[in-house]
């Protein structure tokens, strides 16, 4: 695939579990998606979801490793150089219309986000790749 100086290659919407290992240096998160993710030709997009999910499960003592990084999200979001996802209305209607039995609201929400943008989404989580979305794993 080639590009022109400025253009990019991909669009990504990257897991919470994957912000959260890729802040950590954590070995769980694969080379080729280090890689990925570093490459300054691609849009790294992080949910306001996935805020949601750090601040609450760090709050009641669920992502304790997350304390720090729980603070303030949106400054780690932007020391990497990613974008913010705002959750819209059409977002937070299709999360709830998702026909799943996964219920989870940070899952349903992300997965909205990747369908109704058309997003891939980078994720090990199998119950979220189970929905009719693109994934990169």
Same mark, same amino acid.
């Given at each position: 695939?080639?590009? &022109?100086?400025?253009? %990019? !290659?991909? #669009? @990504?919407?990257?897991?919470?579990? /994957?912000?959260?290992?890729?802040?950590?240096?954590? =070995?769980?998160?694969?080379?080729?998606?280090?890689?990925?993710?570093?490459?300054?030709?691609?849009?790294?997009?992080?949910?306001?979801?996935?805020?949601?999910?750090? &601040?609450?499960?760090? %709050? !009641?003592? #669920? @992502?304790?490793?997350?304390?720090? /990084?729980?603070?303030?999200?949106?400054?780690?979001? =932007?020391?990497?150089?990613?974008?913010?996802?705002?959750?819209?209305?059409?977002?937070?209607?299709?999360?709830?219309?998702?026909?799943?039995?996964?219920?989870?609201?940070?899952?349903?929400?992300?997965?909205?986000?990747?369908?109704?943008?058309?997003?891939?989404?980078?994720?090990?989580?199998?119950?979220?790749?189970?929905?009719?979305?693109?994934?990169?794993?």
């Amino acid at each position: 695939m080639s590009s &022109t100086p400025g253009s %990019r !290659l991909l #669009r @990504l919407l990257l897991d919470t579990h /994957v912000l959260l290992w890729w802040l950590d240096g954590d =070995a769980r998160l694969p080379v080729r998606l280090r890689r990925l993710i570093a490459d300054e030709l691609n849009v790294v997009l992080i949910s306001a979801a996935s805020v949601w999910e750090i &601040t609450t499960k760090a %709050r !009641l003592g #669920r @992502l304790p490793a997350a304390a720090d /990084v729980a603070i303030d999200v949106p400054a780690a979001i =932007a020391s990497q150089g990613f974008e913010p996802l705002d959750i819209t209305i059409a977002h937070a209607q299709r999360a709830g219309a998702l026909l799943s039995a996964h219920r989870d609201p940070f899952d349903r929400m992300l997965v909205a986000q990747a369908q109704l943008e058309n997003l891939p989404i980078v994720t090990n989580d199998e119950a979220v790749r189970a929905f009719e979305i693109r994934s990169i794993w």
